[in-house]
């Protein structure tokens, strides 16, 4: 039995696209019969089994699915050819696209963006603008947030936690990676053996070779380059990557 309908004299055109309104056809613990819900492209987009719904002003076309239990809800976006399964919610003003997938028990909320090949499943929480892309993969009990940006093939997994200006983009993390704000720009691992201060990222080797040119091509202090000096030989240490050249 069809949970809901798309009503033809509803509509919006968005970015071209001719999308519908969703209309419930029968009452549930989680609508009510006759309610409005969000915008749908096609009756493909959203699966009439399970209790999957699209709601508010929430929208979902191209060839995007949303299936199972999950939720898209608020102004948040589903499309290209993504997809959005299990008990997974997309909220606020989150955007899937591309070939990404969020399902499980998974949250993308606020600003964040899923797209590319993107994995987001178990647990995790994505929120507050961070960007997701590539063939990363992000599970377990993992939350990336505040602008941190993942990409390439990196895995994080486990409790760790990415934020702020953070960019990885390699590697498995099961804990949460160095980040450090420091006196003028942002500090993390962007893989298990390179760094990223600011717009550069090298290899900790080549750091500990060029940090002071680095800095001054920066105008970094004498001050603060001894400073990020400290994170740069705090991050070698931690990750047992190889000797001080300048110790």
Known sequence: MKKYTLL??????????????????????????GQLMGYLEKEENLSQDGICMVYNNAKVYGDARVSDNAKVY??????????????A???????????????????????????????????????????????TRISGDAQV???????????ISGNARVFGNARLYGDKWNESPLQIQGSKHYVNMATKTSLSIGCEQYPIDKWLEMYKKLGKKHEYTKDQIKEYKKYIQLANEMYNLMSDPHD
Request: hydrophobic share 35%.
């Open 8 to 33: 033809k004299e509803d509509s919006i055109i968005h970015y071209g696209i001719t999308l519908y309104r969703i209309q419930t056809l029968h009452k549930t613990d989680l609508w009510k019969k």
């Open 74 to 87: 608020g102004d948040a976006r589903v499309y290209g050819d993504a997809k959005v399964s299990g008990d």
């Open 89 to 135: 919610w997309v909220s606020g003003n989150a955007r899937v696209f591309d070939n990404a997938q969020v399902f499980g028990d998974a949250r993308v909320s606020d600003n964040a963006k899923v797209y590319g090949g993107a994995r987001v499943s178990g647990y995790a929480l994505i929120y507050s603008g961070a960007l997701i892309y590539g063939n």
């Open 145 to 155: 947030y505040g602008g941190a940006l993942i990409y390439g093939n990196a895995r």
